[in-house]
């Protein structure tokens, strides 16, 4: 004996226990706004704008980053890294990677509360495979911490700003 009210229910079978989810549930099922038609359309309008105002803020941070975290290439390397007297911190990325992304306004911070300490760069592994070759990255993003041009400290992965901050400050 079955109870089946309508093609969104889920039919329950009272003989053998067991529900039953219909096919035809999943085939009419489409997202239905919860809430009232003008505040619907305000909200989804709102949400579109917060979304563009936050690409305009997220394009001012990669201005910022510019200034402030600078590009490394295989060819600047040795005199921007490893012949630099005060430590110096490397991001390896890539531009299609989330995570890369993510450490870009840290790595910012970072730069701009430690300057005149700390010099920070990055490095795009896409455009520079033999530098991340040398030093064994596997993934991305790759933070290195180097001093006196030696390699002192590697940071695997998108971490938090104090995680970041506590490790350089070792070499400060």
């Known amino acids: 004996m079955a109870a089946i009210a ?10 053998s226990r067991r ?32 979304h563009k105002d936050h690409d305009k803020a997220s394009a001012a941070i990669d201005d910022d980053d ?8 295989e060819p600047t390397w040795d005199d921007l890294v490893l012949g630099c007297k005060m430590p110096v911190l490397v991001e390896f ?9 993510l450490m870009h306004p840290i790595i910012a911070d970072l730069a701009k509360a430690c300057t005149g300490r700390l010099r920070c760069f990055k490095l795009n592994t896409d455009k520079n495979q033999d530098v991340a070759t040398r030093y064994g990255i596997r993934s991305i993003p790759t933070i290195l911490i180097f001093k ?17 901050a506590t490790t350089v400050e070792r070499f400060l």
């Open 6 to 15: 309508s093609a969104e229910t889920v039919a329950v079978t009272s003989s």
């Open 19 to 50: 529900t039953h989810i219909r096919a035809a549930f999943f085939l009419s099922f489409a997202p239905r706004a919860r809430l009232p038609g003008a505040v619907a359309v305000a909200a989804s309008t709102s949400a579109r704008r917060c």
């Open 66 to 73: 510019d200034d402030l975290v600078l590009d490394v290439s």
């Open 93 to 101: 990325w890539a531009p299609w990677c989330g995570p890369c992304r």
């Open 148 to 164: 006196n041009g030696e390699r002192k400290e590697t940071v695997i992965g998108a971490v938090t700003d104090s995680t970041l």
